[in-house]
């Protein structure tokens, strides 16, 4: 990545596509709750709703500066709450952040393929196989490294940004100036009840997922040329400048235009529709959003396994997400992103608007978190400027956990639950993990005094090495001769299920003739590690509790995947079973088949 | 199953569940087909098409009479085509059998769960959900061995037949005699199309399930007691006189109470309704039902993991299929057929009627190439009375072959191309299956010249042993010592990704100072195979390329099963790797770890 630094201009479309995108469908879910109920007044009351929203944004905005400044090495809300509040607070703003990125995916996927269908309405009812496919070629994308060419997807963000500000310029111009009245494409309901608190708290949850991305600079100072903390704040200031035009332009034309939101046509694809009409700039919005959606996902994609990494460096996620592929990036991360993701789309069948209250309150509690964490730190601290810093960031925890709090109780029973559920199960499991690590290196840890001391002659080891069979042929072969060659003390070892094979199986052993004894044990409930096991530890056996037992099996292994699967299923129940057992060493010998 | 043994008392119920179940929707699929179409002139076209299937009834209970002379050991299709055909109509029967019992599971379950459903409204919405549970029982149920106390299953199944005989004769009487006027309790669609031919041909198709599980007792002669071709068949004619009643009973009071077919209420369910009204009789016929289903599937839960065993052991299946569970079942058959028919209910939403086109024709390729084996078979031996054999079954297999097609072609777009698709497809991969264990056995088969004739002497072997090493610890430790044990030729080898770790496990084993030496080689794609890989290839290490190198590799084996899952993911990968090389051997120690 050295090569790749971002400068603000780089970095800008970058860093910001995921909250930029999220104003694709952020007006349209203000418009999902009020329109229902409101009718042709809910463009009125969504004035009102935008300016929260915008209010809140730049609030955040101003926190996340703050955040830039004190974590040079990039101040992810796991990081800066696990530092300055402590692990559970850690954890849990890392469970929501990990929760958050998987819905990154989903969502901004399913907005992707809402743009496009918006606009080719014939692949309307394959919307799941297109969704589903993006996120294929994304995570293979990701597996094999295109998070590199992230450069690449800088010009289509500006051009989205582009069009999306000549859209809001000629849209506001056609009615203002040139006096058009617009159709709606749509009917709009008739008005069933006036505004109240509720309705439009509902309206504001809805809106919040304006915010989600925004916190997407401060984990990427380190990406930035020197002066990385100067250029990360000048892209903050960019983005906010960005959405703030674009949410708050498309939210106005969204009421000059009276778009109606529906499954079929998104609220930005109706706005353009009548805006351009149908020519080939309305495709182009459809196309660029579609794009941007994909970048925002990308984000989710660098992102996730990079969080993922960091909390299993800490100890409380699996090793395997610290290891890196071939191409350095976090396969594992990658791939478990792109399934979870995956399946949430075909459960939420690829749509959006049921997919986003999970989101929000999610994005909402590690804001929080982060800005707690950032209070607290000043506090603590009390370095220069302290109390200004502290206020900016308190006002920012009290904004935001209001907001997450309206969030988890108006959309409480349409889907944030499932956050208040997943949260603490997915703590609970990090902290398991964490403590099973650390009983595991205790176990482990070998002091100096334990060294092994006097030398082992090796000669005079008794050595007991048992060879089980099931039939006289090569690989059998190949394991006795491996045995022959560490032991003189070898015992073969034959369960019989079925009398004449086990007699057929003595016959042809006395024709070879080698002279190594074969020990058969009957086995009524036909299986086999119980005999081998009850064999090793009785006294008809020489090997006492100290001694190793030394157990030889080959193994077929052929050059054809699926074939491996038709075999070695019962030397593998072996392994298993042998294994839970201290004194036993077992040996694989490999038998090699070639099958063209 | 020795002292398990049926008599006709016993064999009737527990053989006959699943081809007198399958009347509870045969009548309700013929309506699904004429009265959308025919309205209420559907109820007199359904009396010729009832005629009909009970005409290829009683000639399909002839053809397997014949059956069960001829093959005192049972019977199956597969076993029939196989020996009278060839390999391939015996594993197209195969194929189509196997298809056949899963889907036995899915329709049987679902319908179970439908009569349920339409005693119990409030459950509708649970459809799927309750078919998962009883399918998952079942499962379980059988793993456990249920299937050994199947007599249970007997008296519920005369239970039934005499319940619905109490309905069928009660249904008649009341409007026959009393002179009731039914109310159809859903609407009979207007009629918009007279009977033709096709309408005629996918309504006899339709209820040609009726004959589902005809085949059973003739597969299960050997569990009956002697003279078992005697009871058999004494068993086979109570069947089929049982499925006509029944069948032609329910069917004719679907044409005096004027049954609706519709997703909420089975027809069953609408005419015991209005027979009884909801009463307790009602919701006795629900629960018999539901319970005669059950046991349906339980009888498919016995047959497919046998046929699979017997497919298995002609080599055409995994060998896994023929391994007996300690409770005598074929575990992994049962665990495949619960997780097939499982993934069918919730493809299909628990639908019957949209699981029979799948079911009804892969059931009839298997007749058919069961009757066209019987006749060949007459043919080529020529015994006493050949000719009246050869008629019986030679008719046999033209109806059922025509049958077969009609079904076919009148439900190829609504599912039975599925059948067409899956069938060959089966086909195709049981013979690579067989002609992959028959090329390891050739590549295994070891003939009496190649045994070994010199004795090795191990003192003088020269044992090339690698340690691998990732930090210095008890589990190390442990497969360290196991190495001196049979070598003193011992290389400790380590990768180096991280070059600050390594410098600290170099310090840390100077201090140990066992005098063993340690080998670093530095993976700059992080991978841990390759260099190890090299390293036994290379120059540098003394194994010849005939010499065999023995890696001991220390294996964390832990208590909690899941915690397994967050270690040895390295040690897992490069025993993969080396396996796949000719002259190495791979030796695991175990190191327990105790969690509570």
Same mark, same amino acid.
């Given at each position: 990545?050295?090569?790749?630094?971002?400068?603000?201009?780089?970095?800008?479309?970058v860093?910001?596509s995921d909250?930029?995108?999220s104003v694709?469908?952020?007006?349209e879910e203000i418009?999902?709750?009020l329109?229902p109920?409101?009718?042709l007044?809910?463009?009125?009351? #969504?004035f009102?709703?935008?300016?929260s929203i915008?209010?809140?944004m730049? @609030?955040?905005?101003?926190? =996340?500066?703050?955040?830039?400044d004190?974590?040079?090495?990039?101040?992810?809300?796991y990081?800066v709450?696990?530092?300055?509040?402590?692990?559970i607070?850690?954890?849990?703003?890392?469970?929501?952040l990990?929760?958050g990125y998987?819905l990154?995916?989903a969502?901004?996927m399913?907005?992707?393929?809402? %743009?496009?269908?918006?606009?080719?309405?014939s692949l309307?009812?394959y919307?799941?196989?297109? $969704?589903f496919a993006?996120?294929f070629i994304l995570?293979?994308?990701?597996?094999?490294?295109?998070?590199?060419?992230a450069?690449?997807?800088?010009?289509?963000?500006?051009?989205?940004?582009?069009?999306? @500000?000549v859209?809001?310029?000629?849209?506001?111009?056609?009615v203002?100036? #040139?006096k058009?009245e617009?159709?709606p494409?749509?009917?709009i309901p008739?008005?069933?009840?006036?505004i109240?608190?509720?309705l439009?708290?509902r309206a504001?949850?809805?809106?919040?997922?304006?915010?989600t /991305?925004?916190?997407?600079?401060?984990? /990427? *100072?380190?990406?930035?040329?020197?002066?990385?903390?100067?250029?990360?704040?000048?892209?903050l200031? @960019?983005m906010?400048?960005?959405?703030l035009?674009?949410f708050?332009?498309?939210a106005?034309?969204?009421?000059l235009?009276?778009?109606v939101?529906?499954?079929d !046509?998104?609220?930005?694809?109706q706005?353009a529709?009548q805006? +351009?009409?149908g020519?080939?700039?309305?495709y182009?919005?459809?196309?660029?959003?579609?794009?941007i959606?994909?970048?925002?996902s990308?984000?989710?994609?660098?992102?996730?396994?990079l969080?993922?990494?960091? *909390?299993a460096?800490?100890?409380y996620?699996p090793r395997?997400?610290?290891?890196?592929?071939?191409?350095?990036g976090?396969?594992?991360?990658?791939?478990?992103?792109? *399934?979870i993701s %995956?399946?949430l789309?075909?459960?939420f069948?690829?749509?959006?608007h049921? @997919?986003?209250?999970?989101y929000a309150?999610?994005?909402?509690?590690?804001?929080?978190?982060s800005?707690a964490? !950032?209070?607290?730190k000043?506090?603590?601290?009390?370095?220069?400027g302290?109390f200004?810093?502290a206020?900016?960031?308190?006002?920012?925890?009290v904004?935001t956990c209001?907001?997450?709090?309206i969030?988890?109780?108006t959309?409480? $029973?349409?889907?944030?639950w499932a956050?208040?559920?997943?949260?603490p199960?997915?703590? =609970?499991? #990090?902290?398991?993990?964490?403590r099973?690590?650390?009983?595991v290196?205790r176990?482990?840890?070998?002091s100096?005094?334990e060294?092994?001391k006097?030398?082992?002659?090796f000669?005079?080891?008794?050595?007991?090495?048992?060879?089980p069979?099931?039939?006289?042929?090569?690989?059998?072969?190949?394991?006795?001769?491996?045995?022959?060659s560490?032991?003189?003390?070898i015992?073969? +070892?034959h369960v019989s299920?079925?009398d004449?094979a086990?007699d057929?199986?003595?016959?042809?052993w006395?024709?070879?003739?080698?002279?190594?004894? !074969?020990?058969?044990?009957k086995?009524?409930y036909?299986?086999?590690?119980?005999?081998?096991?009850?064999f090793?530890?009785?006294?008809?056996y020489g090997?006492?509790?100290k001694?190793?037992?030394?157990?030889?099996?080959?193994q077929?292994?052929?050059n054809?995947w699926?074939?491996n699967?038709?075999h070695?299923? $019962?030397?593998?129940f072996?392994?298993t079973?042998?294994?839970t057992?201290?004194?036993?060493? *077992?040996v $694989?010998?490999?038998?090699l088949i070639?099958e063209d």
């Amino acid at each position: 990545m050295k090569s790749e630094k971002f400068n603000v201009f780089w970095g800008f479309p970058v860093l910001s596509s995921d909250a930029i995108s999220s104003v694709a469908y952020a007006g349209e879910e203000i418009l999902w709750v009020l329109v229902p109920v409101l009718g042709l007044l809910s463009y009125g009351s #969504m004035f009102y709703v935008a300016l929260s929203i915008v209010f809140l944004m730049i @609030l955040v905005a101003f926190s =996340y500066r703050q955040t830039i400044d004190a974590y040079p090495q990039g101040g992810g809300s796991y990081i800066v709450a696990k530092d300055n509040l402590g692990v559970i607070p850690g954890l849990i703003a890392g469970a929501s952040l990990l929760i958050g990125y998987v819905l990154t995916v989903a969502v901004s996927m399913s907005a992707g393929t809402a %743009a496009i269908v918006s606009a080719i309405p014939s692949l309307l009812p394959y919307k799941v196989p297109i $969704t589903f496919a993006f996120i294929f070629i994304l995570t293979v994308g990701n597996l094999r490294g295109i998070r590199e060419s992230a450069k690449a997807f800088g010009l289509p963000a500006y051009l989205f940004i582009l069009v999306i @500000l000549v859209m809001i310029v000629v849209g506001i111009f056609k009615v203002k100036v #040139m006096k058009y009245e617009p159709e709606p494409l749509y009917e709009i309901p008739t008005m069933v009840s006036d505004i109240t608190l509720v309705l439009f708290l509902r309206a504001f949850s809805s809106g919040c997922t304006a915010l989600t /991305g925004i916190e997407a600079v401060s984990n /990427g *100072i380190p990406n930035f040329r020197s002066p990385s903390q100067t250029n990360a704040k000048r892209v903050l200031e @960019l983005m906010s400048l960005a959405m703030l035009v674009i949410f708050g332009g498309i939210a106005y034309l969204a009421t000059l235009y009276h778009a109606v939101p529906n499954p079929d !046509m998104t609220v930005v694809a109706q706005i353009a529709y009548q805006v +351009f009409g149908g020519n080939a700039l309305f495709y182009l919005v459809q196309v660029m959003t579609a794009i941007i959606l994909i970048m925002a996902s990308n984000t989710a994609f660098a992102d996730l396994p990079l969080l993922l990494s960091i *909390i299993a460096r800490d100890g409380y996620a699996p090793r395997q997400f610290t290891k890196r592929g071939k191409r350095l990036g976090y396969s594992n991360g990658i791939i478990a992103l792109g *399934i979870i993701s %995956a399946i949430l789309v075909i459960l939420f069948k690829g749509d959006v608007h049921s @997919l986003i209250p999970m989101y929000a309150v999610g994005v909402f509690i590690s804001f929080m978190l982060s800005q707690a964490g !950032m209070f607290m730190k000043w506090i603590r601290e009390r370095s220069r400027g302290w109390f200004h810093k502290a206020a900016v960031n308190g006002l920012g925890t009290v904004i935001t956990c209001v907001t997450a709090a309206i969030i988890g109780i108006t959309k409480f $029973t349409s889907g944030a639950w499932a956050v208040f559920v997943i949260t603490p199960v997915l703590v =609970y499991v #990090m902290f398991s993990i964490k403590r099973h690590y650390n009983e595991v290196a205790r176990q482990l840890s070998l002091s100096l005094d334990e060294r092994p001391k006097e030398k082992i002659d090796f000669m005079k080891q008794k050595r007991y090495v048992i060879v089980p069979i099931d039939s006289v042929n090569k690989s059998f072969l190949k394991a006795l001769n491996y045995a022959r060659s560490i032991s003189e003390n070898i015992v073969i +070892f034959h369960v019989s299920v079925d009398d004449a094979a086990t007699d057929a199986l003595l016959k042809k052993w006395r024709e070879y003739n080698v002279g190594i004894p !074969m020990v058969v044990k009957k086995s009524p409930y036909r299986s086999i590690r119980s005999p081998l096991l009850q064999f090793i530890e009785s006294d008809e056996y020489g090997a006492g509790p100290k001694d190793t037992v030394t157990v030889v099996m080959p193994q077929l292994v052929i050059n054809k995947w699926w074939a491996n699967l038709l075999h070695n299923q $019962t030397s593998l129940f072996i392994r298993t079973r042998l294994l839970t057992k201290r004194n036993i060493a *077992i040996v $694989t010998i490999p038998y090699l088949i070639f099958e063209d």
